[in-house]
């Protein structure tokens, strides 16, 4: 999958080696020509699949759009983050996300999502492409989800606020961040009338 512009850069010279590898992930290294013709070496992160969707989910009451995130333990950073529903996927697809949506957040999906885009969170490092999907969900009468197996919790917020939450710096999660990018610019932002 590309989402960039494609141009000439890194020559492979030679195999690439694994250097390390787990049930999460891979690291591989392959020797380069750089593109100041200088020989190097390239390492890249091959986590999981390498595929990861986001589903922002939106529910609409009396005129108001309210989206759903996740507050949840995240051991790498030893910190809870604040996260649209998101995971590793075995495709690109709106099945994918769904399942992830319907996993974390328990709501249910009404018809039409809308695919905002794609991006690399990390194309220095990672492999991993990630496609973000919206949402329309039914308003539900108790908001308030636990996922089982994280212990992953569920917030809603309004437009202003999930604004708010980002600008002051309480969303950290740059998946997140690239996924409200996406949706602001989409200009999805909005009740749909």
């Not at 595929?51 to 005129?63: E, F, M, S, Y």
């Not at 709106?94 to 990390?122: I, K, M, N, S, W």
Request: proline letters at 9%; aromatic letters at 8%; charged letters at 20%.
């Amino acid at each position: 999958m590309s989402f960039g512009v494609t141009e000439p850069g890194f020559t492979p010279t030679g195999p690439s080696e694994t250097r390390f590898q787990n049930d999460k992930m891979r690291v591989d290294e392959t020797p380069v020509i750089r593109p100041d013709g200088r020989p190097g070496t390239v390492t890249i992160v091959r986590p999981g699949t390498g595929l990861g969707v986001v589903a922002i989910p939106r529910a609409t009451a009396k005129g108001v759009s309210y989206y759903g995130l996740v507050k949840q333990h995240r051991p790498a950073s030893n910190s809870f983050t604040l996260e649209f529903p998101r995971g590793w996927a075995t495709a690109l697809t709106v099945e994918e996300a769904q399942r992830e949506l319907e996993e974390e957040v328990g709501c249910e999906v009404l018809p039409d999502p809308v695919r905002l885009g794609g991006f690399y969170p990390e194309p220095g490092l990672m492999d991993t492409a990630v496609v973000v999907y919206l949402f329309d969900t039914k308003p539900q009468e108790n908001m308030l989800f636990q996922e089982e197996k994280s212990g992953a919790k569920q917030l809603w917020v309004n437009d202003g606020t999930l604004t708010s939450l980002v600008t002051s710096g309480v969303i950290t999660c740059g998946i997140t961040l690239a996924a409200w990018a996406q949706l602001v610019a989409s200009g999805q932002m909005s009740p749909k009338p």
